[in-house]
């Protein structure tokens, strides 16, 4: 009796349990929920734009370790630590501390990272468009910049990537698949190029026809921003050949900017790094921060999430052993190479900007002072200088913003002078004056006109202007001009224009060995 | 405490009144007891040559039988005891010697039940729970170390934290760890317990003892009873403790002042000599002679460190009640000189009384309320690379405050101040955890079928508080604010259990079957808050009394929930063909697929019970086993299983950041398209073994051989172009290898003594990897210096490098070796006598990623323990051993050397075998070398054998009796040395090291000697 009642009560139990068929199928806890997007509604159409802006300015293309390799592969920027990689990158070699490098590889991760955020931000804008009637020209307008603003970051990833690898692959929007991701194949570096410049020529058509500093979503790409890009795809292509119709693109491309009459240099070189210069009129790309002006709280920095170290100003801060406001991991020193070029040319504004002191000779326990009052000391490593480039003065900081040094400042990826002097290039190249464009760089940073420049002074110029800025031009100009292995120790011809593949990509993905 | 089981009790019940005699009759009373004075149930009682009267003890071990008037003398049989023979009398007591084959009737605490040790179709080992009170460990597993085959322990030094714990081998990339089961209760992790509560303690390795356990199951089960007390027993007071020193043992000696100059001079770099001259103005000397010696191990370490614990534990039992009652207190202090120890007060109780004939009920609680303070291991790896040319503290540091530490910036140096790092160290956590469980169990049918229902459950509350004072370490002005961060977690979990046992026979058959039912829950949430400037006083511990961050908190949690049906059928013929077939069905909430299933099938023969073995006289017992069947790890990480959309500021783009406005987000949002559904991992597990027990049962042994298959084992399966991976079940991987154990005893004159070993071997072998040929992995900040490698067809995470041959002896050398001569035409920085010679695998004179291969697996190939343990007369001696061979340890310690520039220092044995000029050594690259980008890869030079043999315990006791004869009280007293010595070519402070094998911030083990009281009465 009790047996049975005993079972029949077990079984009862179990019946039970198992009829709470919740009990197992509850949705799990602390997670994101799956999220309906409603593509009907264009209001919503900009948010995977503005996702893809975030993903190029933080973590990604300005990150530090990327900025640190592409710098030291030129002769403007030392290591500042005794980094193995780093030091196998600066001497050009190829072998396994830098194929392996996990500095590589993040490199690379990084710049694909912006191009695999385009195309994902592409399909999305594809649901927008899809729902867009055929009658509403105005929202296909806007649909049609908005995709070009996504694919200018792509095009730009994809620029960037072949500019350090050579023949990289290009991702379209099949890349939204993973599996595609195993088996993507390299296009050379003049395909990748010139798809560069096809993409371009879309964004151009489609874009808006402002200054950055003026566009509807302020700072955010416009025309200009294309051509710009455009104009560097095609100088690449060109290389040190006079006679390349290339040259005609790029002084057609810098043309159209120098003429717009949108844009002008700021006046002064040393605030243009500074808080003032912050989107200014010479802006034509920009990636934009911002603490918000409030001490604490909410703050964006070129760091990805939670990574203090990604911050761009503060990896390349000087280390300010002694506690003064201005303090970072002093990384990325300027060469004695680079102060000298300055100091032989009297470049005094440029190098009153560019190259600013640790104490005297690096010593620890010294004390040197920047333009703006800020002490600086020694350090341990006994590194003499830090750039000034990416100086943040403490007097502009925002009020009691302690925790991230140089929070408030933008990062200057394209600017016009550097339009300018490519017009100048151009024009020179292919026997025209190149005085005007060449003359309003020069006479900005203080120094005195040139009449009748030639391509070595336009080159030694652009080498002056950019110098210790972060995007590899110097190392590419003496690339594209063939002076590259007379100019740097260890460069080999035909050996060390690019940087492997990383040996976790080729492992991943075996097409990417041939 | 050991349980006892009479299967003959059917049969006597029967023989009990059947025969009704005409002759004079005469009742007997009588007791039966074992040694200890424990109550015997379950004992056949019958009259010396007149078949057909019997009894049976009762559970208080009591029994009354009607004898004829003639019988002159009782025989009392029960399995496990020696048959023995008494006279009648009107009151007979009987005390019963243990019997020879008794392992085999012993019975053995498997999952939801118990089984006869000679039934066993798995290989199943019962901890001696006697050796493991041996030990003094603050925690139980570490207690089990070298003892159980095929479960390998790695000690962590730190007061209070457990042990890593692995039964045969790792099958898995996410949870390594057993299952433990505490009064049937899941557990991650036992080290709240105190040994001494410990009744019983069995651990399932092969599938057929373990899928019982479904998904819980793939790592091992380790199942626990605490103590319980005796129906009719009388009260047992039981005092344990003992008071401990423990010493650091085998510490690492690094370069001194003078070793550290010199070799810093040979580096020759202006840092180097700037470092020197100024510790020689700073802190005395002269010019390149410095007379700063600082020895930080030494300052890092105290010389001893208390350890104590004492413990009561009082059990009894009255007709219907048993209970039993214990309470503990543990404190052992770090020997790290900083505030670290661990302090635990434990209270359990247990009460179970007989509702009714057929119906027990009960409960048990388990209290435990401890406190740790735990150390900055990272400390231990400061003090590796510190300078000794910088002292502990610096008067003339004027902005360091609160304590005036020397700074090694004054000196040129970053190295951190390995005494300041433990100093400014606050960790406190302080976990409360009660364990209850109730539970009623019926029995009918002549007890024949048992229903037991039992809900267990676990509340656990911690609170975890950092603090770091304001602080100032020099030498300049820049204070570091205080800092406050305090985490509250929770674990509330339960398990509800319904079994229903069924256990019968018919002649030589037995059989039983066990029907059973499990809903668990488990929920876990912590919340975390941390503000600055908290003042230093400690009840202003509170992030109100701070500046609030806005980032400064979280919250995080889960809840799983799982349901479970099970089964399992034994059967065996004679005792002689043994079957035990399992099965469970798992339902999960963590994934998508909800249900798995796990079935087990395990045969047994004793060979020695067939005709043919009779004669014999080789084999007392003789047994084979094999066992087949299906475990399941739910330790694989549940995800969502559908493309998320991140919104919010931190996926929104600033615009308008210009020299006047501050910018603003324009709402944004990217897509994670990546993902998978998620199961948990599969391993299918076959094992075969044999059981013997030879020559007069003096050796007794075991040997297993299994292989252990994991299939869909997850991990993050890395993508081209991203970081973004996809967590899945992708990869299978093996695990085989040899358990073995042996055992001799025997007696010389008053002298027994005993000899025991075991060891197991392990072979591991990753098998697929999804599509990836090869996956890098390592540990931070070291992932791409120093990889392991997970590829198909090797064995898990083994290190991955050049081979390091020797050292580059003299120009010529390099002058003539491919490699060298290659490089050094392009190369900037040359290859120069002194530097590492590695070797060209493919001999195509460039050292290429062809050239980097498989230098070392940080998995033992083979882990032992062996001990030895003597009785004579009042004396008991017992000393252990442990040890592992075959892995090896990449020395992170000396990895550093990889990056420091600012901050390194060597080790003795380095510094006085560095390479000085040809013919020096052939082992140690020169001082100059060190700073070279072509010493700065991954290379067999940091990878070195991490195989020891350690004397794990050894004690000396000595047992006597004090007070009245009828009631005396046993005492013993004892002194332990624990791990006192160690063997080990290691050029680290200790060669255990958890996780894959990689030596930095590993707290160091110390040795511990004691002395100890155990009495009862």
């Keep these: 009796m009790k047996i049975n009642k005993q079972i029949a009560a077990l079984v009862m139990v179990i019946a039970m349990l198992t009829g709470c068929s919740k009990f197992l199928d509850r949705p799990l806890e602390n997670r994101a929920q799956a999220t309906e997007i409603d593509y009907a509604n264009t209001s919503l159409m900009y948010q995977p734009v503005s996702g893809v802006y975030r993903t190029a300015a933080s973590g990604t293309f300005a990150k530090w370790i990327s900025v640190t390799i592409r710098s030291v592969r030129g002769d403007e920027i030392e290591t500042g630590n005794d980094d193995a990689g780093q030091i196998a990158i600066h001497n050009y070699q190829n072998n396994v501390t830098v194929k392996s490098y996990w500095g590589i590889n993040d490199m690379w991760i990084s710049i694909y990272g912006v191009v695999l955020a385009a195309n994902s931000a592409l399909e999305e804008l594809d649901q927008f468009g899809q729902r867009i009637g055929s009658g509403d020209a105005a929202n296909q307008k806007l649909h049609a910049q908005y995709e070009a603003e996504v694919r200018f970051f792509r095009a730009l990833g994809h620029y960037w990537a072949s500019r350090y690898w050579g023949d990289v692959p290009v991702l379209g929007i099949e890349s939204n698949d993973p599996n595609a991701l195993s088996n993507a194949t390299k ?43 455009k104009a560097k795809a095609a100088m690449d292509l060109a290389g040190n050949n006079n006679g390349s119709p290339m040259w005609d693109v790029v002084l057609d491309c810098t043309n159209q900017i120098t003429t717009s009459g949108k844009f002008n240099l700021f006046p002064d070189y040393y605030q243009l790094w500074k808080k003032p210069g912050k989107l200014s009129n010479e802006a034509i790309l920009e990636f934009q921060y911002s603490d918000f002006g409030n001490a604490t709280g909410d703050i964006v920095t070129s760091g990805g999430a939670n990574e203090l170290w990604g911050n761009f100003f503060l990896f390349q801060g000087p280390e300010n052993t002694y506690g003064m406001p201005i303090s970072g991991a002093g990384w990325m020193v300027p060469s004695q190479k680079a102060v000298d070029f300055l100091t032989a040319r009297q470049d005094t504004l440029r190098m009153r900007t560019t190259i600013l002191r640790c104490g005297v000779n690096g010593v620890p326990g010294t004390t040197a002072v920047t333009p703006d009052g800020d002490q600086v000391s020694g350090n341990a490593g006994l590194k003499k200088y830090f750039n000034g480039k990416s100086y943040y003065p403490k007097n502009q900081m925002t009020v009691d913003r302690v925790d991230y040094y140089g929070a408030n400042n933008n990062i200057r990826v394209f600017r016009y002078a550097e339009a300018l002097l490519m017009n100048a290039e151009a024009k020179v190249r292919k026997g025209q004056s190149g005085d005007i464009p060449f003359n309003e760089v020069r006479v900005r ?20 202007e950019l110098i210790c800025e972060w995007w590899g031009e110097r190392f590419n100009d003496l690339l594209r001009t063939g002076q590259a292995a007379t100019v740097l120790p260890g460069f080999i011809t035909g050996q060390s224009e690019f940087l492997p593949i990383p040996q976790e990509q080729e492992d991943r993905n075996s097409n990417l060995k041939n | 405490m050991k349980y006892y089981l009479s299967f003959c009790f059917i049969i006597a019940i029967l023989l009990t009144g059947t025969f009704a005699s005409a002759q004079a009759q005469r009742s007997v009373k009588g007791k039966v007891q074992d040694a200890q004075g424990l109550p015997v149930p379950g004992a056949t009682i019958t009259v010396k040559n007149t078949p057909g009267i019997g009894a049976i003890s009762s559970e208080a071990g009591t029994f009354t039988i009607s004898v004829p008037a003639s019988a002159d003398s009782l025989v009392i049989s029960v399995i496990g005891y020696n048959r023995q023979a008494v006279a009648v009398s009107d009151n007979v007591e009987i005390t019963l010697d243990i019997a020879d084959g008794a392992t085999l009737e012993q019975v053995v605490v498997i999952g939801y039940g118990t089984q006869r040790k000679g039934d066993l179709t798995a290989p199943i080992t019962t901890v001696n729970t006697e050796n493991m009170m041996k030990r003094t460990t603050s925690t139980p597993m570490d207690a089990l170390q070298g003892s159980v085959p095929g479960v390998q322990i790695i000690g962590n030094g730190a007061p209070g934290s457990p042990p890593s714990v692995r039964v045969r081998g790792v099958g898995s990339f996410n949870n390594e760890s057993p299952l433990y089961v505490v009064d049937g209760m899941f557990v991650n992790d036992i080290s709240f317990l105190n040994a001494a509560d410990i009744a019983d303690m069995s651990i399932l390795k092969d599938a057929s003892g373990a899928a019982i356990y479904g ?20 009260t047992r007071v039981t005092y344990n403790g003992y008071v401990g020193i423990q010493v650091p043992v085998n510490v690492l000696k690094m370069a001194d002042g003078k070793q550290y100059t010199n070799f810093s001079l040979q580096r020759g770099t202006t840092q180097d000599s700037t470092t020197v001259r100024l510790s020689s103005e700073r802190f005395g000397g002269s010019g390149l002679n410095p007379t700063t010696s600082t020895d930080w191990y030494d300052e890092l370490l105290r010389k001893q460190a208390l350890i104590t614990n004492h413990g009561i534990d009082l059990q009894g039992g009255s007709e219907r009640v048993t209970y039993s009652v214990g309470l503990n207190y ?10 670290n120890s661990f302090e635990r007060y434990n209270a359990r109780f247990q009460l179970e009384a007989k509702a009714f004939p057929w119906l027990k009920v009960g409960f048990t609680t388990y209290i435990t309320n401890s406190t740790t303070f735990v150390p900055n ?28 530490f020397a700074s090694a910036a004054t000196i040129g140096r970053e190295d951190a101040n390995p005494v300041a790092s433990a100093y400014y160290n606050y960790n406190k956590l302080k976990q409360f955890q009660v364990l209850p469980t109730l539970y009623a169990e019926a029995s009918f049918w002549k007890d024949k079928l048992t229903f037991r229902s039992q809900i267990s459950q676990l509340y656990s509350s911690s609170l975890r508080t950092q603090y770091s004072p304001e602080r100032n370490l020099g030498p300049g002005t820049s204070v570091t604010v205080s800092n406050l961060r305090s985490t509250q977690e929770r674990n509330t979990n339960y398990i509800l259990d319904n079994l229903l046992t069924y256990r019968d026979g018919a002649g030589k058959h037995h059989w039983s079957l066990l029907l059973g039912q499990s809903t668990r829950e488990e929920r876990w949430r912590q919340t975390w808050v941390s503000a600055n400037n908290v003042p230093l006083v400690e009840e202003s511990w509170y992030v109100g009394q701070g500046t609030r961050d806005q980032n400064g908190y979280n919250e995080d949690g889960f809840r799983n929930a799982g349901m479970s049906y099970f089964t399992r059928g034994t059967y065996d013929y004679d005792n002689k063909y043994l079957l035990t077939a399992t099965f469970r069905a ?7 697929t909800k249900w798995g299933y796990f079935p087990s099938v395990g045969l047994g023969w004793v060979v020695t019970g067939e005709n043919f073995m009779k004669g014999q006289r080789v084999f007392d017992f003789l047994k084979l086993r094999g066992s087949w069947g299906k475990l399941g790890n739910d330790g694989v990480n549940a995800n969502a299983g559908y493309a998320i959309v991140n919104t919010g500021s931190a996926n929104s783009a600033i615009f308008g950041s210009g020299a006047i406005a501050n910018g603003e987000y324009i709402p944004g949002y990217t897509v994670n398209r990546f993902f998978t559904d998620v199961t948990w991992e599969v391993v299918t597990e076959w094992d075969a073994g044999v059981d013997f027990e030879m020559i007069g049962r003096r050796l007794k042994g075991s040997v297993d051989y299994y292989t252990r298959k994991t299939t869909d084992a997850a991990f993050d399966r890395p993508f081209g172009f991203t970081y973004v991976s996809i967590y899945g079940n992708w990869a299978e991987m093996v695990n085989s290898g040899f358990d073995v154990a042996l055992s001799w005893d025997d007696k010389i004159g008053d002298l027994h003594y005993q000899i025991g070993g075991n060891f197991s071997t392990l072979k591991n072998e990753v098998t697929d990897l999804g599509s990836l040929p090869s996956l890098m992995s390592g540990v931070f900040p070291f992932v791409a210096e120093f990889p392991n490698k997970i590829e198909v067809g090797q064995s898990l995470r083994y290190f991955y490098g050049y081979e390091m041959e020797g050292v580059y002896q003299s120009a010529d050398e390099i002058a003539k070796d491919p490699v060298a001569s290659n490089y050094n035409a392009t190369a900037l920085s040359k290859i120069q006598p ?28 083979v882990t032992y323990g062996f001990n030895l343990g003597l009785d004579y007369k009042n004396f008991d001696f017992s000393i252990a051993f442990q040890g592992s061979a075959g892995n090896k340890i990449l020395n992170l310690n000396r990895g550093k050397l990889y990056k420091a520039s600012n901050s390194l220092n060597i080790d003795e044995e380095f510094a006085s075998n560095m390479w000085n000029g040809a013919g020096s050594t052939n082992s140690y690259p020169s001082a100059r070398a060190i700073a070279d980008g072509w010493f700065k890869v991954g290379s067999s030079f940091f990878v070195e054998n991490g195989s020891y043999l350690r004397v794990q315990n050894i004690q000396l006791g000595y047992t006597f009796n004090v007070g009245r004869s009828s009631a005396p009280s046993n005492i013993r007293l004892y002194l332990t040395a624990d791990r006192p ?12 090291i958890t996780g894959p094998g990689y030596d930095m911030n590993v707290y160091p083990v110390s040795a511990t000697y004691s002395f100890g009281v155990r009495a009862s009465f």
Excluded at chain 1, 195 to 208: F, K, P, R, S, T
Excluded at chain 1, 446 to 464: F, H, M, S, W, Y
Excluded at chain 2, 333 to 338: E, T
Excluded at chain 2, 837 to 861: E, H, T, W
């Design chain 2, 330 to 339: 543990t404190y052992q202090n770090g020997i790290q000189d900083a505030k």
């Design chain 1, 445 to 464: 940073a203080k120094l005195l006109p040139i009449n009748g420049v030639t391509i070595q002074q336009v080159l030694d110029e652009r080498r002056a």
């Design chain 2, 834 to 861: 002194g530097w590492l010679k590695y070797k060209d695998q493919d001999g195509n004179g460039i050292l290429d990623n062809a050239d980097r291969v498989n230098i070392g697996s940080y998995l033992p190939k």
């Design chain 1, 187 to 229: 296009t050379s570096r003049a395909d990748v190029l010139a798809h560069v410049m096809e993409e371009m020529d879309y964004c151009i058509a489609n874009l808006e026809d402002a200054r950055p500093n003026q566009a509807a979503h302020v700072g955010g790409v416009t025309k200009y921003t294309a051509l710009m890009l």
């Design chain 2, 377 to 404: 291991a990272e400390a231990f790896s400061d003090a590796f690379s510190a300078t000794p040319l910088f002292p502990v503290y610096d008067e003339q540091n004027v902005n360091a405050f609160p304590v005036k």
């Design chain 2, 586 to 592: 798992d339902g999960s909430s963590k994934y998508q």
């Design chain 2, 215 to 234: 998904v819980r199951a793939a790592n091992g089960v380790v199942l626990i009873t605490t103590k319980k007390g005796k129906l009719n027993m009388k």
């Design chain 2, 981 to 992: 010595f160690i063997f080990t070519k290691y050029n680290g402070f200790t060669p255990e």
